[in-house]
């Protein structure tokens, strides 16, 4: 009888001690459950590649992320509103800018998350001219057309009034997508045949192929531009470690590079690469973290 207590006592005391970890357990999921964040983005390599990411640092440290994807405009008018808590896809100052101007009283700039980007018109190394003032000379080689991306977006905009500062009349502008573009140079390149684009840096397409920027002397373009995260003002309160870590997020061209050229295998997942990535940089990912502790 002593033995069967003693064994029943025993059955009773693991049961016990198996339901307290569980018990922890669950406090500790709900210690790390810190809401929802809703992330927009365009659909652009580069955008996809930074979201993702930023998705999965915020996901370690307990936040559930909701991404969407969005053209320029409604993505802008979506941090604006509140509709989405922050976006680390501002091109500026130039490529959003306008969009910035109409939300500027309701959205808060963190700054630079990403700096040495650039805009402009793209073609083979291999193609003979430089400039995009000898475009009109050389139309035939190029089928007449500068191919572009979505026509929402603010590099459309861009290429638009360098074909006027230019007076490039011998070849149209063809919208289409960044997927479509890059397939586009693809076959070119494929091929050997002459094509221009409208790109920007950073992009996986230069380190996929030898291509060139053609030179901008009358600076229709603009100078060098940057990547900026944008929040909805207010989240800092709301959200102050999601705002923290937003507010340090910062890397290098190289580095997002690393993970467009993931993104860019057959059958690959950005959020899976992003994942890899971050498992891969822990200390690139300390230095957005560290000291964010609510």
Known sequence: ?????????ARYGALMMAAGISMTA???????????????YVEWASEVASTNVIRAVLEEQGY????NSLGAAVMWQAVGTGDADAIVAAWLPTTHGDYLKKVQ????DLG??????????VVPEYTDID???QLNDHADEFDGKIVGIDPGAGLMSQTEDAIDEYGIDKLQLQSSSGAAMTSALADAVKNHEDIVVTGWTPHWMFARWDLKYLDDPKKAYGDAEHISTVVHKGLKDEMPQAYAILDNFNWT???????MLMNQKDGSDPYENAKKWVDEH???VAEWTDGTAD
């Open 105 to 108: 009283d309701d959205v808060e």
């Open 112 to 121: 630079p998350n990403l700096e040495g980007t650039k805009l402009g018109l």
């Open 282 to 284: 822990p200390d690139v």
């Open 253 to 259: 061209p190289d580095q997002m590079g690393e993970v």
């Open 131 to 133: 400039s995009i003032d």
């Open 1 to 9: 009888m002593t033995r069967n207590v003693m064994s029943q006592a």
């Open 64 to 67: 559930d992320v909701e991404m």
């Open 26 to 40: 669950g406090v500790a999921q709900a210690q790390d459950d810190k809401g929802t964040i809703k992330l927009a």
